[in-house]
């Protein structure tokens, strides 16, 4: 999985038709090798079907998702959704802020406020500064708080530890997870856990 920066739902499909993107593989041993094109791929985005690219590295062969910047991987939700949800507190406040409607869109909240207890969360904070409170709370020490927030910190985290933000489904080293997700629920895909981000800072660029 791979996004670049300014292009979110909104112009993703005019991006799309001007041709393939200039993105390197994130492999380091692939020596930024440019990516191809590779076909597309259909998936819900704002409850509408629509086409997304992939890309794929002519060296190592790995195909990459190709997302808008505000697009959680794996879900039908914008960051803008999940930000309003956080920054609500309660579920059902969070669902209506949102935009996610009936007693389905109050889970789902709840599973995104969960977020701060779980795998996800420790991935997120085992790269962040101290900070207390929920792993939000520490990405917006990072970030900023200004709306838009979750975007800044997926280009952050991919910048600086090259891992892919996928919003409250994971946190992807290299954005590509090795398997698929055993289940709904926010994991730590294969990026780096609090065990090993010291080694990740001593390796850093800059």
């Known amino acids: 999985m791979l996004s670049l920066a300014g292009i979110d739902c909104k112009r993703y499909e005019e991006w799309v038709g001007r041709g393939i993107p200039a993105v390197s593989c994130p492999e380091a041993a692939c020596q930024r ?5 590779r076909g597309w791929y259909r998936r819900y985005v704002g ?3 629509r086409r997304l690219r992939r890309l794929r590295c002519p060296l190592c062969r790995v195909s990459h998702a190709w997302l808008p910047e505000d697009l959680c991987a794996y879900r039908d939700a914008t960051f803008d959704a999940v930000e309003s949800a956080l920054g609500a507190g309660a579920p059902s406040d969070g669902a209506q802020a949102a935009g996610q409607g009936g007693s389905a869109g109050v889970r789902r909240v709840r599973r995104w406020l969960r977020s701060a207890g779980g795998p996800l969360a420790a991935a997120v904070q085992a790269l962040l500064a101290p ?3 929920p792993w939000w709370r520490r990405a917006q020490g ?8 979750l975007t800044r910190l ?3 985290l991919w ?3 090259r891992c892919f933000l996928g919003g409250v489904s994971g946190l992807y080293r290299h954005g590509r997870p090795r398997r698929r997700p055993p289940s709904p629920f926010p994991y730590f895909g294969n990026c780096p856990s609090q065990t090993s981000s010291a080694k990740l800072c001593r390796d850093a660029p800059g």
Do not use: D, F, I, Y
């Open 33 to 37: 090798a440019q990516l191809r094109g």
């Open 47 to 49: 409850g509408v079907r």
């Open 131 to 133: 900070a207390e409170g």
């Open 142 to 149: 990072v970030v900023g708080e200004a709306a838009g927030w």
């Open 154 to 156: 997926r280009h952050w």
């Open 159 to 161: 910048s600086r530890w």
